[in-house]
């Protein structure tokens, strides 16, 4: 069984940084791509970097190219995402998916997400 969980979210002011994670678990972790995903208030899922399975590939959204970096530890299982310079529109939830989610057209499967971690940029 599919487990993901997230951590590290919080409020920020405009230009402050945060770095999320996400253990995983049930499942080989290094056999597949990841992808950290977001929500924000009254809109749809938006995929926002993704990583191969070896982290050695990486796409970013336009929006976050440049302040975002997206991480993996295949030894611990873990996903990182680091984020800086962060901007009010990216307040959101932000998930880690397992697989390439909303990518090039992949569509989402919300069963291999995990629950979330809230990240609030404001003033």
């Known amino acids: 069984q599919v487990q993901l969980v997230e951590s590290g979210g919080g409020m920020v002011q405009p230009g402050g940084s945060l770095r999320l994670s996400c253990a995983a678990s049930?499942?080989?972790?290094?056999?597949?791509?990841m992808t950290w995903v977001r929500q924000g208030p009254g809109k749809g899922p938006e995929w926002v970097a993704v990583i191969g399975h070896a982290g050695t590939v990486t796409y970013y959204t336009e929006s976050v190219e440049g302040r975002f970096t997206i991480s993996r530890d295949n030894a611990n299982n873990t996903l990182y995402l680091q984020m800086n310079n962060l901007k009010p529109e990216d307040t959101a939830l932000y998930y880690c998916?397992?697989?390439?989610?909303?990518?090039?057209?992949?569509?989402?499967?919300?069963?291999?997400w995990g629950q979330g971690t809230q990240v609030t940029v404001s003033l």
């Open positions: 998916a397992k697989g390439l989610q909303g990518f090039s057209g992949t569509p989402y499967d919300q069963k291999d």
């Open positions: 049930g499942f080989t972790f290094s056999r597949y791509g």
